[in-house]
T-cell receptor
Framework: DAKTTQPNSMESNEEEPVHLPCNHSTISGTDYIHWYRQLPSQGPEYVIHGLTSNVNNRMASLAIAEDRKSSTLILHRATLRDAAVYYCILRGNAGNMLTFGGGTRLMVKP | NAGVTQTPKFRILKIGQSMTLQCTQDMNHNYMYWYRQDPGMGLKLIYYSVGAGITDKGEVPNGYNVSRSTTEDFPLRLELAAPSQTSVYFC????????????FGPGTRLTVT
């Protein structure tokens, strides 16, 4: 699987939007972009995924650059419960496994 | 549905001891996975299974064994525990081929001393 690069940590204020960036310059045409998050002392939790088009679900939005070399996870209104490590992962079309990098630790201030 | 359950939650082993980490899912998922997470790091895949009777190695399989005799259960066996196996172990499952979401269990924290 291709590699992703994320900032080690980010801070946000409660109730404000958060944009979490991810670079994946070596992405191939069939790689899906997945986001998971891990709350303290818990297993990872699926957030969203996409291939080419922007995606929205109840948790977040995923904005994918036109050249697919970067993407941004958008939390529209951060809450204290959103404090977690967010992982950006590329998954090949035939792949069964997820390769987790270091992720971005999001801290949310009240 | 209970989802993915793991037992035990915590365990301390002495070097050279053996143990089995249990993982069960009640979602009738074909795909199951074992990951380990060292402090401050991301998860690394140990083994995975695409269905009962079929298992394959992941990124870091050395020192571990798995079996998949039923759809529900995917135990991970440590035969000769070593300090390098001190980690948090997560089991996960996924449904059919065109579903992408992996569901993770709460983890087992293992210390080998």
């Amino acid at each position: 699987d291709a590699k992703t690069t994320q900032p080690n940590s980010m801070e946000s204020n409660e109730e404000e939007p958060v944009h979490l960036p991810c670079n994946h310059s070596t992405i191939s045409g069939t790689d899906y972009i997945h986001w998971y998050r891990q709350l303290p002392s818990q297993g990872p939790e699926y957030v969203i995924h996409g291939l080419t088009s922007n995606v929205n679900n109840r948790m977040a939005s995923l904005a994918i650059a036109e050249d697919r070399k970067s993407s941004t996870l958008i939390l529209h209104r951060a809450t204290l419960r959103d404090a977690a490590v967010y992982y950006c992962i590329l998954r090949g079309n035939a792949g069964n496994m997820l390769t987790f990098g270091g992720g971005t630790r999001l801290m949310v201030k009240p | 549905n209970a989802g993915v359950t793991q037992t035990p939650k915590f365990r301390i082993l002495k070097i050279g001891q053996s143990m089995t980490l249990q993982c069960t899912q009640d979602m009738n998922h074909n795909y199951m996975y074992w990951y380990r997470q060292d402090p401050g790091m991301g998860l690394k895949l140990i083994y995975y299974s695409v269905g009962a009777g079929i298992t394959d190695k992941g990124e870091v399989p050395n020192g571990y064994n798995v079996s998949r005799s039923t759809t529900e259960d995917f135990p991970l066996r440590l035969e000769l525990a070593a300090p390098s196996q001190t980690s948090v172990y997560f089991c996960a499952s996924r449904g059919q081929l065109n579903t992408y979401e992996q569901y993770f269990g709460p983890g087992t924290r293992l210390t080998v001393t």
